[in-house]
T-cell receptor
Framework: SQELEQSPQSLIVQEGKNLTINCTSS?????LYWYKQKYGEGLIFLMM?????EEKSHEKITAKLDEKKQQSSLHITASQPSHAGIYLC?????????????FGQGTILTVHP | GAGVSQSPRYKVTKRGQDVALRCDPI?????LYWYRQALGQGPEFLTY????????KSGLPNDRFSAERPEGSISTLTIQRTEQRDSAMYRC?????????????FGPGTRLTVL
């Protein structure tokens, strides 16, 4: 079965600093999703990457997919307290035509004002 | 509301009792997923519905777990004879059908505690 490893497991940064979260898959990636989770809320969809080399941005968050390395990275520029939360990467299971996702264990981000 | 809703939000039950968790997906969403999330972990897939058909139940841990979606909309996840190890956050997600791996919209989850 596919496994996703996120690093770091937790991250504490000062407001205004840039940061990167990595997600590495044990198998070929067929679509990589990034979600953000806040306590008491559902998972909030951030971005979906499908093709090697693909890069997407939303506000100050950029995600990239490196198919060869079976890895994705999420980069936040000029972090703000509102960016705090748990970031989860999820990958579609190979061989399925629907969105059965395997998730990493999550990266806990704390942003100090 | 416009999002996925789940009820109850919190459920505390005694070991051996049956529980039913409800998911109300976004109107018109064909695909519905159930996941289970332990503390400090990412969600784990349980089962998938396409309309009312349960097309994948490979993630259900054992036969005490079952799910249905009789009219292709609301879904219920039932756990019989609950055990302490069943304690977790149970999450439901829905999405449009179609190609290109549409995003899944997650509900707030039901926190189940089995005493």
């Amino acid at each position: 079965s596919q496994e996703l490893e996120q690093s770091p497991q937790s991250l504490i940064v000062q407001e205004g600093k840039n940061l990167t979260i990595n997600c590495t898959s044990s198998k070929t990636l067929y679509g990589l999703y990034w979600y953000k989770q806040k306590y008491g809320e559902g998972l909030i969809f951030l971005m979906m990457l499908q093709k090697g080399g693909e890069e997407k941005s939303h506000e100050k968050i950029t995600a990239k997919l490196d198919e060869k390395k079976q890895q994705s990275s999420l980069h936040i520029t000029a972090s703000q307290p509102s960016h705090a939360g748990i970031y989860l990467c999820g990958a579609k299971a190979g061989g399925t035509s629907y969105g059965k996702l395997t998730f990493g264990q999550g990266t806990i981000l704390t942003v100090h004002p | 509301g416009a999002g996925v809703s789940q009820s109850p939000r919190y459920k505390v039950t005694k070991r051996g009792q049956d529980v039913a968790l409800r998911c109300d997906p976004i109107s018109g969403h064909v695909s519905l997923y159930w996941y289970r999330q332990a503390l400090g972990q990412g969600p784990e897939f349980l089962t998938y519905f396409n309309y009312e058909a349960q097309q994948d139940k490979s993630g259900l841990p054992n036969d005490r777990f079952s799910a249905e979606r009789p009219e292709g909309s609301i879904s219920t996840l039932t756990i019989q004879r609950t055990e302490q190890r069943d304690s977790a956050m149970y999450r439901c997600a829905s999405s449009h059908a179609g190609a290109n791996e549409p995003e899944q919209f997650f509900g707030p989850g039901t926190r189940l505690t089995v005493l």
